[in-house]
């Protein structure tokens, strides 16, 4: 096969080659009988991967973009047909062909085999609905559960959330599948139970959870934590000891200002499982253009002792749990238009997002922050060597 090579920004080294890729996705199950196959199940999602990573969005878009360029593709593949896989065909491929757990397994390994990472100690957990799922006259579509390594830019495991029930009671299957030692599992307040913390500490990880209404007293217990004691004549009360970060960025017309202070719990005041270390997170926002500011007070709690984290660790983690909204699912709505794709086949919109993953992944891994950019020229560099 023809080697396509997309190159890294500004890493020498590093590349992404095409034939490897293919050689991976040509290792999945293909449970289609041998008679009437026309296309090979690793060609087909070859070519979808390459129409994800130049622009095409939708199903019909990827189908056309394939149509597009035709001669290059019998030619690249040695399709015997001198045709390129239909609408139907590429539908079909990926509601009922393609399995959810293999095509996940070896994208990740890919990515791992190739550019190296998934060593970070930071795994973060949020869900996402994909809006273009959801029936008219109905609220709910598919709704995923991702583990997602910040640091990396890859998603480790994706799960449904049975629509019978929420995040809540899909944590612990997603915590399940991942190896958690000597790893801080990262969460909204949604997971801040007491069987989330215990699933992590027994496999061996920590865990950093943001606490808030859900979790009332617990909350009420934490912020006394940071209440000033109150002095009484004749007695003096001294205020228990802490450390605290601070870091300021700039950046999209705003400064903020991040305070975090922190304090052990090494008398276990709290009744709640591993827990070692209990924060406060003080966001101070000002629009630069302006002069308006805005605050905002945060409380969350961590089994990482102080020996394993600092104050100056935590608030790192706290900004790094936020990638997997603005590096991740804003990637896939906004760049990859994931929510726009209308579809009520299931199977097919988790594949779908299971390759948004690996675009932006691979984008990462190739240096490219910004990802409609990295999109532009991956599109002009195949299209370059498709038709040279």
């Not at 890493?11 to 996705?25: Q, R, S, V």
């Not at 598919?142 to 009671?169: C, R, W």
């Not at 749990?321 to 009520?344: C, F, Q, S």
């Amino acid at each position: 096969m023809q080697c396509i090579i997309l190159a890294a920004k500004e890493i020498e080294g590093i590349a992404f080659n095409l034939a490897d890729l293919a050689e991976k996705l040509n290792q999945l199950t293909d449970p289609r009988d041998k008679r009437g196959k026309v296309y090979e199940l690793g060609t087909i999602l070859t070519m979808i991967v390459l129409a994800r990573l130049s622009g095409a969005d939708k199903p019909y878009g990827i189908f056309e973009w394939i149509r597009a360029r035709r001669s290059s593709f019998i030619s690249l593949f040695n399709l015997q047909r001198g045709q390129t896989p239909c609408l139907n065909t590429i539908r079909t491929l990926l509601e009922e062909v393609v399995s959810l757990a293999e095509l996940e397994s070896v994208l990740k390994q890919y990515l791992h085999e190739q550019y190296g990472g998934q060593n970070s100690a930071l795994i973060c957990i949020d869900g996402k609905t994909m809006r273009g799922t959801i029936p008219k006259g109905y609220q709910q579509g598919v709704h995923l559960l991702s583990a997602y390594l910040a640091q990396d830019g890859i998603v480790l495991k994706q799960i449904e959330v049975n629509q019978k029930e929420n995040e809540i009671g899909a944590g612990p299957a997603l915590l399940e599948s991942l190896y958690l030692k000597d790893k801080v599992v990262c969460a909204d307040a949604m997971q801040t139970q007491r069987t989330f913390c215990t699933h992590i500490l027994a496999q061996g990880g920590d865990y950093l959870l943001w606490v808030k209404d859900n979790q009332a007293t617990l909350q009420a217990d934490i912020e006394q934590f940071f209440v000033p004691p109150r002095q009484t004549a004749g007695w003096y009360i001294p205020q228990l000891p802490y450390t605290s970060a601070v870091s300021v960025s700039k950046g999209h017309g705003r400064l903020e200002r991040r305070t975090l202070t922190l304090m052990s719990d090494e008398y276990q005041f709290i009744n709640w499982p591993g827990l070692a270390q209990v924060f406060k997170l003080e966001r101070e926002v000002t629009t630069l253009a302006t002069g308006v500011s805005r605050q905002e007070t945060v409380y969350g709690l961590t089994s990482c002792t102080p020996a394993k984290a600092d104050a100056h660790q935590i608030l790192e983690w706290t900004r790094l749990y936020w990638n997997i909204e603005n590096g991740l699912h804003y990637r896939r709505d906004v760049t990859l238009h994931e929510d726009d794709m209308r579809t009520r086949l299931t199977n097919l919109a988790q594949i779908i997002a299971l390759i948004n993953n690996f675009v932006v992944g691979l984008a990462q891994k190739l240096g490219y922050s910004n990802l409609a950019s990295a999109r532009r020229y991956f599109d002009a560099s195949i299209a370059s060597q498709l038709f040279s």
